[in-house]
């Protein structure tokens, strides 16, 4: 659940903001069998360079982008994970099951773990961050939404317990298996109370336990010997992890390729073809997971009008998008489904590459004279006055800002507006932008993405960044939602694929590839399965995982 | 060219026909325009004359100091019968300091500031005698105590800027002496120091040189300077030698009237010791287009026509050795007619200077 | 020694002035809130938001008036407490980031201002003694080839060239390599800053040269018998370096500006580049760290300017 | 003694009598920079922002051809027409840049320069202030404060060079204020104003209007620097983005090194001509050295 996250500093992705989703999608060029690389060897310390550090990795509170959700999975473990057939499975949970009308959920946790610190890992460590987490402002509005404010949770015994969400949700664990997923220490979480800057000593359960860290340079997790799941998914191989982060995804590259690294993550596509081309490395491609696109603000003049919305979707040019900025990599997209997803809606498609019908209804528009609140004239000569607004500086966000400008120019006057990435986030969460490149709808379980599209979710900070609120839209998801009717799931996903597309609050680009690249040193990164034996995704979104990796 | 005097001993150095001009974005500086002169052996010439008379040029080409380029050089300079002004810089290094040493005017400008006066002295021992560092401030130290340099051992550890104008020059003097040389040039080696040391100086130099059996030539616009110190004068005037005598016969029978201008003008020790050349009227010659015919005549005051017409060959007096360019020189009758009529019409004005 | 009194005290007064001018930009011009608590920090209808934002403002004391926290920020500065970056958790300290970026960036400059003295010195020497020859003049323009190539273009193509298409360097600079090859990466950087500045210093020091050859003590050297090359080394060139070394203090500054863009283009994580990181992240208080290092050093080396005189100058001793 | 001990003497001389070639050649390149950021938008050039994507030749960027003869960029805009459109705020930001600090510094140096007492302290110390942060720092922390538009961008880099600038007119003034001809107008009781305009103005003008063109030319690198860092002018077309453009990624600068070369050749040519110039100019009026 993150805003301040990474975009890797902006630099080397597609310059757009990524509010990194709570869940992670997963679907992998690469094989999720166990492989043949040989007998595991234990020891070695894993290098990973990271396109961003984060500023804490307290889950109750930190802002946890891809790179701080790959940190937090070395030191906790998930309650649940997505399997590699999208199923979600228990991890660090035991089960979960709903009540009959899937009003409350009971929660059975796993026996006889124990947190790094020592304290016993039960119910009263889950409920404890399940109040903290909703009580923060930020991570909070992931959940205050769906909770009622009195006894949204009930203590049974140490190891079982019940949620009562507001609504009836057939998915619920899949809101488990990352951020608010990450169980910490309540000794630690009390500690933290007193004394913030122990955010950055982050004490779980996970595979590895934390050793140091130096903000911005380098933090080093050493092996936990007594890891719960040893027995059940295998021995943690690895001596250490110390995690580099290097924003510059060039550079990250080249110190991969002077073997500084052992293992990078990044959204630079251009580089994808130098890692194909040396084979000693292993490239592993998440591509259907998050989409890029415009994201419009639909509460502020002039794109509270539909038809302007509409016409910057016309007036944009995304093929010449994808040649220049995918080099071939990824795939357009027109929604948020790849078409290979059962839930692809054939008939919704994103339009653009149409100027003609822009300039029609801008026109149209301009014809009427609109001015704004403050009686501002909201187009000047014919055209319609606009901001477009970016994180940077960055080469590669300017230049597809220059590429916007010169797609829209003859219909729009376009206000650049370079913010500091931190403004950036900020202004776009309060509602203070015309039209911004985002990055969202990563969710295996399309179910999750509904933090992004309810009514609900528009506040002081909206987390329904286009604060678009359509009734029938929020009824359709909890017609998804609804588990009295799970063979019409993918009708109602279809239909609010077109409700979506229909608002022309998104303007969607293309299927955000993300790769994660390691040298021939580094086994196993494909090895890891879940306690009830199912195998598990390598990646997520660039999101790594360590505890069945192993060097030789 | 004219070779009147012939000299009884093969001279020491002497120049022939010495020409030196400068390129100039004015034209062509006759500085020096055909000079003829000899020393012999211990011996010491004065070459006196005003500022701009060429003087110093003179003696920096005699040695070869000046630069290559902007230079045209005519005539010869020979040293112990050894034709040395075609030699180039590199060539003269075996003979500077070690052969041949000057003395110059400010001895101020002319120390390195920022060098200990001791190293100064001890470096040319070091380069052309192959002396240790040792052995050189040893050395060092005794010449300093010949030019009665005070507690030499201290002030050869101290900068130029800590020692008086007097010392200073001693420590000139030092430098030059140090590799024991044949031959000395002096230029001005005494104006820039206050009347009471100058004599001191001079003394000392003389004495220096006779003691090493040196020869010198002496630059100076003082007459009185080289009066009891030189054996010989040339008198020079716009480049040229103009009159041309041994001491003692100079200053008992002036020939030329410029000469007897620097006669008159000699300070007296009352005297502040920059006032007197006021007391020739006009000034010094343009070296780029001098004036045709005698080049002193615009401020002669005995010039006739034929003085602004024809330049006066180079005659010998009384003595063989005592040589004169001049139509009408001292004595003349034209001379004491002028004379008289000047005297007159001084009277007449009831003023006399 | 009175005069050195005066020096020092102009130079703290100096010093207070920057201080005071940077810290009122930075304050009055900025909201350093979001660095802290990101987008609460703009939600203020959401009471848990605002008690967040109070209690921010008090950490950072953010609640106090200007002058008192300028007070504040001195009387820490003073003792090398350089306060807290303006993160969500205030770490690292900022005397931490400098104490780990400040060395690479002095080594930088270091090294860069040592090429740049070690190829004027003889250069000048070189072409003073061949004053308007064809060499003189050549050399002459080269100077003003490199004075003209600003040092982000010279980076590029020094990059480009002795990286990229021979090989010869490497292209990235990193910090927990050993100290030899850190060097060794830095020695690009340090060109790209020492180059131009090295012309500057040549066209300088060969002019005084020149003079100094013309004054009558180089004559008297001659006379001496001396060789040009001693003449040059040990006459003319110490009497010449006054004004060179003026320069080589003051051009400090410029290198310090000079290793921000080369930091920046060959990635070295120095304060050069965490100047332009920190100013873009609203950072106030490493940018305050940083400017007042560099007005500092700025300062302090022009004093110690003052003071060398003495000691290549003996008349200065007093 | 007319003796010169070097030929250097005759050197200056020679020096001094004529600008030389090298100026007239340096002139007619900026006259032609100078027309080419006036009639940028009239002259005959690709459209700088256009992205001329060709799939025959696979992807950008495109090397040199008769099409694009400096070649394109990563987004196949044509180099050679962004070049071009790079002179203008480049030399835009560098004049108005030095005009400022000419008016400004100038007015100030003077006005301390010829009333010394507390204006000048005061003017003293502020230029002291000024000058002891390096520039590029004092630029950025100025630049990363403002919305930076074609004028602020000028004012920034103007105020850098107020203090130099400053100091050289007071320089000059205190020099001409000490002249006869001023002592005797003030003698005779002339008006403050009149004498600064009328005696002291022209004599200090012609040195310092000989440094202007070297001031512009640290304008113009202090531009191009900032454009580099991502601080110039936002959405302008300026040398020094061009240069990042094209070397912020080390595999762009191997594969595609025009991009920022012919940018560099431009700056470089043009930051040459004024540097040669205006020394030229400088031994010509025979101004002491100035550093900006």
Redesign the interface.
Known sequence: MVFTVACGGGGDDDGSNEPATSDGAATTDGSSAPSEEGEPVVGGTLRVGLEADVDGLNPTASALSVSGLTMAQAVFDPLFTFAADGTVVPYLAESMTPSADFTEWTLKLRAGVTFHDGTPFTVDAVIKQFEITRNDPLVGLAVRPYYPETDAVAKIDDLTMVFKPLEPSQYFPSALTAQLGYIASPTWLDALAADPTLEQQPVGTGPFQFDSRTEDSVTKFVRNEAWWGTDLVGPVYLDAIEFYPVPDADTRTELLLNGDLDIIHTTDTNQFETYREDTSLTLDISEDGEEYFLMINTAKAPFDDVRVRQALALATDRQGYYDLFNAGEGQLANQMFTPDSPYYNPDVTQEGNDPEGAAALVAEYCGENPVAEDGSALCTDGKVNMEYQWSGPSVLATRIADFYNENWSSLFNVTFDEKSQADHIQEAALGLYNVVGWRQFGAENPGDDRVWLECRNIGGISLNWPRYCSEERDALIKEIANPANPDERTGLLQQLVQNIHDSYAYIFMTHSSWAVVHTDKVHGQCDRIAPEGSPIVCSTNGRMYFHSTWLS | MNTTTVPETEPFIETVGLKTHFRTPRGIARAVDGVTIQIRRGQSLGVVGESGSGKTVLSRSIMGLLPRNGVIREGSVRYRGEEIGNRTPKEMRSVWGREMAMIFQDPMTSLNPVMKVGKQVTESLRLHLGMNAAEASEVAEKIFRDVRIPEPSRRLNQYPHELSGGMRQRVMIAIAMACGPNMLFADEPTTALDVTVQAQILELLSEQIHDRNMSMLLVTHNLGVVAGYTDEIAVMYGGKVVERAPTKVLFDNVKMPYTEALLQSIPRLNQPSHSRLAMIPGRPPDLVNPPGGCRFAPRCAYARDLCRNEEPPLTIAETPDHTFACHFPVGSPEYLERKVEISRRAGSTGGDN | MRYYVQRVALAIL??L??SM??FG??NV??DPL??IL?????????P??VK?IELAKREFSLDRPLPVRYAIWLSDFVRGDFGVTF??????PVSGVIS?RLPRTVTLVAMAQFFAILVSIPWALITASR??KISDRISTLNA??L???????LA??L??VF??KLGWMP??F???DPLSSRLFQMILPALTIGLPVAAVYQR?LRTDI?TT????????????????T?ILL??AL??SLFSFIT?VG?NT??L???S??SE??F?IPGIGST??ES????DFPV?LAI?MI??SA??IINLLVDFAYTL????VRR | MNTPNTNSGAETEVARKKLGFGFWLCVSWLGAMVFIALFTPLLPLKSPTANFLDPSQGRPPYSPSWKHWFGTDKDARDVFARTMHGARISLTVGFSAITAGFLVGGTIGVMSGYFRSWIDRVSSFVFVVLLSFPSLVLAILLTSLIERSLLTVSLVLGLLSIAPVGRLARAATLQYSEREFVLAARQIGAKDRHIIVKEILPNVAIPMSSLALLGMAVAVVAEGGLAFLGLSVEKGITWGGLIQLGSDASKTLEKAPWISFFPILMLFLTVLSLNFAGDRLRTFFDVKEMTL
Do not use: Y
């Open positions: 100096l010093l002035a920057v001018l940077t930009a930075l011009l900025g979001f660095n990101g987008p609460v920090a703009g939600d203020v209808n959401n848990d938001s967040m993160s969500s958790t205030g770490q690292p780990e004053a308007g003003f080839f004075v003209a190539m600003p040092n982000f273009a590029v193509i990059k480009f990286s990229i292209l990235t990193v910090a927990d300088l020149i050859l013309q004054q009558d003590f180089i004559l008297l050297a001659r006379t001496k018998g001396l060789s040009r001693r040990v006459h110490r009497p320069v003051l500054g410029a310090i500006g000079g921000i863009v920046t283009v990635r100047l332009v100013v873009l992240r609203n940018v400017v560099v007005a700025f300062v290549i100058d003996p008349r």
